[in-house]
């Protein structure tokens, strides 16, 4: 098992671009959720999915997107990055109820 | 919404002595407390976790204790080692299990030789 993977594991934007980031799990998990990680702040919810086709809006929703087409992806979209976006980026996913297994993390910069 | 206080921010203990965090929840309704530990430049993973309906759990060195009706729980890591040095989250989760956690803001552990 893989686990929960994450693509890519840098990236540097412009203000005003788009971009994707990827998460896959392969644990068969219907719960998969991402965070933003900012110095002295902790972890912070953006979206959640409890399965395909359901996903909701975390803490910090504003300028992400998010879909869940397959139990095993769960794509968040910058639609216009900004520099507030700046940020470690963390996929997570686990059966409901249970310990959330995170992923590696995806470290993005917005100039 | 939720809300999860954490302290303290950093602590510094000596090695073999230990070291106790705290954090404080806002939402009774909150029924799962799992404790990441973060070493610089990874991901976060769990050391433990406990549930609303058991007030103490311990796995070797690691110990968190809940008090539901002053809604705080802790960490307690015993004989600390070099290895414990990294950063600690507390996180709450509200009872339905779709939400996601609620993180404190993290404690930085510094075990001193």
């Known amino acids: ?18 971009m994707t980031l990827q998460c896959a799990q392969d644990m068969n998990h219907e719960y998969m959720s991402w965070y933003r990680q900012d110095p002295g702040m902790g972890l912070r919810l ?23 087409s397959t ?41 | 919404g939720e809300n999860v206080e954490q302290h303290p921010s950093t602590l510094s203990v000596q090695e073999g002595d230990s070291a106790v965090i705290k954090c ?14 973060q070493e610089l430049g990874k991901r976060p993973q769990l ?8 007030g103490e759990k311990k796995d070797q060195r690691i110990a968190v204790t809940l008090n539901k009706t002053a809604k705080h729980f802790s960490l307690h890591i015993t004989e600390t080692q070099p290895e414990d040095s990294a950063v600690y989250f507390c996180a709450a989760r509200l009872g339905g ?11 930085h552990l510094i075990i001193q030789p």
């Open chain 1, 46 to 68: 953006i979206h959640y999915s409890v399965g395909a086709g359901i996903t909701d809006q975390g803490e910090v929703p504003n300028g992400y997107n998010v879909s869940r």
């Open chain 2, 47 to 54: 050391i433990i976790d406990i549930r609303s309906n058991v």
């Open chain 1, 71 to 111: 139990t095993e992806d769960f794509p968040l979209r910058l639609l216009s990055a900004a520099p507030s976006q700046t940020s470690v980026y963390f996929c997570a996913s686990s059966y409901v109820y249970n310990e959330q297994f995170f992923g590696p993390g995806t470290r993005l910069t917005v100039l």
């Open chain 2, 24 to 37: 404080t929840y806002s939402d009774s309704a909150s029924n799962y407390f799992p404790w990441y530990k």
């Open chain 2, 97 to 107: 299990g779709a939400d996601g956690l609620t993180f404190g803001k993290g404690t």
């Open chain 1, 1 to 18: 098992n893989a686990g929960v993977t994450q693509t890519p594991k840098f990236q540097v934007l412009k203000t005003g671009q788009s």
